[in-house]
């Protein structure tokens, strides 16, 4: 595991990006799940929602996790939702847990 920091996100009051060595990994607003700040994540976000209709749970396994950024997208989103997050660096979700719960 690399160096582990949270920034403050300038734009919502909920907001941190994850950074590992200095490098922006994930972004997640605590106060409100919904809002998908990188592109990519969005991107993802738009394929969850085309998959099933509004608030209909999915089963989703997650490869990477960063800030739980997804995970708890979906949770908001499609409540009772099953869901799998798969990392290599366990230690990584006990500084996110600890930081952003």
Known sequence: MGRIEF????????????????SAQSHVDLADPT???????????????????PGRPVDVLHLG???????????????GSRQTVALVDAGLVEVVRARAP
């Not at 998908?36 to 209709?53: K, M, N, Q, S, T």
């Open 65 to 79: 996790g960063g800030a739980l950024t997804l995970p708890r997208y979906v949770a908001a989103t499609r409540p």
């Open 35 to 53: 809002r998908l700040f990188f592109e990519y994540v969005r991107r993802i976000g738009h394929v969850i929602d085309h998959h099933a209709g």
């Open 7 to 22: 920034e403050a996100d300038i734009f919502s009051a909920g907001g941190l990006t994850l950074l590992v060595d200095g």
